[in-house]
């Protein structure tokens, strides 16, 4: 589908193939708007200028929508890296003997984005706020278009993230197979992703997996990796940031756990 032109900001080189990337991102599934807010760590006015353009064929479709301002994708859009600095601190590995912890699980829909899906309402927990189905949908779907622009964007970006880059080509092969397959909807996210949102949001992830599955008996859940652990400390206002605590469990899903 054919979008109009668009330009770059002067003394920015934008490839031809982020400017076609981001005309797929505005396609039936993903409202202009989004794309928009979530922005580009390279090329951001010109993905810009696409979404607009779309904006205006959307709206003699009616079967397109367009879905409400999302708080967390305005967040993404300010927090969006855009230097070639390295992140912080990579994933930190629990210990073997890490002490088992209770929580309560709260189910999270499978339908291939229950990473991002309990990310988001983890998210909103901490702020003491709870997010509608609607929203949560929309909201993860923002959260793995973000992870994807960082990833998918520009050398000088993967460079920020070469640990999560390193992930990607070692399980899709190559950087270019993975921003093919995170395009779609039910792209299940994992290690890469965690890495890049917790950093981009700045806030500390932990991932736990159920005792039994770890250590063969046990009831409780165990710290398997800690993500941004750097937030943990204690800000400059005097206040830590709570974690977001994942339980990654059966080899293919996540739920939240709360206290």
């Not at 395009?183 to 917790?198: H, I, Q, R, Y």
């Not at 398997?224 to 937030?231: K, S």
């Amino acid at each position: 589908m054919k979008i109009g032109t668009c330009e770059a900001p002067r003394g920015l080189e934008v490839e031809r193939g982020e400017r076609e990337w981001g005309r797929e991102m505005v396609g039936t599934r993903f409202a202009p708007s989004l794309l928009a807010k979530v922005g580009v760590a390279r090329g951001k006015a010109c993905v810009a200028s696409v979404a607009n353009e779309a904006a205006q064929q959307a709206s003699t479709n009616a079967a397109r929508s367009t879905p409400p301002n999302l708080p967390l994708a305005q967040k993404i859009s300010i927090g969006t890296p855009v230097t070639g600095k390295k992140a912080k601190t990579g994933p930190v590995m629990a210990s073997r003997n890490a002490k088992a912890e209770r929580f309560k699980v709260f189910q999270v829909m499978g339908d291939g984005r229950c990473m991002f899906r309990a990310l988001v309402i983890g998210l909103a927990l901490t702020k003491g706020k709870f997010v509608s189905k609607r929203s949560e949908e929309a909201e993860a779907d923002t959260l793995r278009i973000a992870a994807a622009e960082a990833l998918c964007r520009s050398a000088r970006i993967q460079d920020r993230y070469a640990d999560s880059a390193f992930t990607v080509k070692s399980e899709y092969g190559s950087v270019d197979n993975y921003c093919e397959l995170v395009k779609t909807p039910d792209f299940w996210g994992g290690n890469a992703e965690l890495m890049v949102l917790s950093d981009m949001l700045e806030q500390p992830i932990v991932v736990y997996r159920p005792e039994r599955e770890a250590r063969g008996k046990g009831k409780g859940f165990v710290p398997y990796v800690y993500y941004g652990t750097e937030y943990l400390r204690e800000t400059a206002k005097g206040k830590v940031k709570k974690p977001v605590n994942l339980l990654y469990s059966k080899g293919n899903h996540y739920d939240l756990l709360v206290k």
